[in-house]
């Protein structure tokens, strides 16, 4: 069974829009959801990440909003530019000691077109 | 700061042939190690993990082994490499605080 599923898979913006991608999972002890994104050819990097204290974490251009009830996430993009062109992994994991069980979502690939 | 590098940067191999690849972190003392893989378009799969030296945890069976021979270092094997293990390989290592962090990656092309 999927832990994280996303949507959409692709995403297609101009510059200057919000772009929205979603994410939603299934086990409710998950307590740790960081966004990675992934440019063509280079390894996952950390962008931005929340707890469930918290229903909104932002991060200049990014924000995530967690809806912990629902049990999914969005990450919004104001503002999207070209260099935002990337694939997208929601993730989530449980425990902040210890050994955690990272689940990564299948990706949401955005392109922002000039 | 802490550093993760891997390697090799990329292997081109044929079906058949061993595999080696490994990791090395260093400025952290007994991180939580990590082995990923992704098909090309894919997402990432856990492979293995490590908590401590010697002791590696098997997440999926694809015909590889991990080791775990110094508290720094993680290395990827296999003595038969099969076309469907083509892809991304990603360490990872985890400061126990639960963010995960990921080296550069090693392109494995098997032909």
């Known amino acids: 069974q999927q832990q994280v599923r996303q949507s959409p898979q692709s995403l297609t913006v101009w510059e200057g829009e919000t772009a929205i991608l979603n994410c939603s999972y299934e086990?409710?002890?998950?307590?740790?959801f960081p966004w990675y994104w992934q440019f063509p050819r280079e390894s996952p990097a950390l962008l931005i990440a929340i707890r469930p204290v918290s229903n909104k974490k932002e991060d200049g251009r990014f924000t995530i909003f967690f809806n912990k009830r629902e049990k999914k996430l969005s990450l919004h993009i104001t503002d999207s530019q070209p260099g935002d062109s990337a694939t997208y992994f929601c993730a989530a994991s449980a425990g902040n000691t210890g050994y955690q069980n990272f689940y990564f979502g299948k990706g949401t690939s955005l392109t922002v077109i000039p | 700061a802490q550093t993760i590098h891997q390697w090799p940067v990329a292997e081109i191999k044929a079906v058949g042939s061993p595999l080696s690849l490994g990791c090395t972190i260093k400025?952290?003392?007994?991180?939580?190690l990590y082995w990923y893989w992704q098909a090309t378009g894919g997402t990432l799969q856990q492979l293995f993990y490590s908590i401590t030296v010697g002791q590696v945890e098997s997440v999926v069976q694809l015909n590889l082994s991990a080791s775990r021979p110094k508290d720094d270092q993680f290395i990827l094997s296999t003595e038969k490499l099969l076309l469907s293990h083509s892809g991304f390989y990603l360490c990872?290592?985890?400061?126990?605080?639960?963010?995960?962090?990921f080296g550069e990656g090693s392109k494995l092309t098997v032909l």
């Open positions: 400025g952290k003392s007994s991180p939580n």
């Open positions: 990872a290592w985890s400061p126990n605080t639960g963010q995960l962090y």
């Open positions: 086990d409710s002890t998950f307590d740790y």
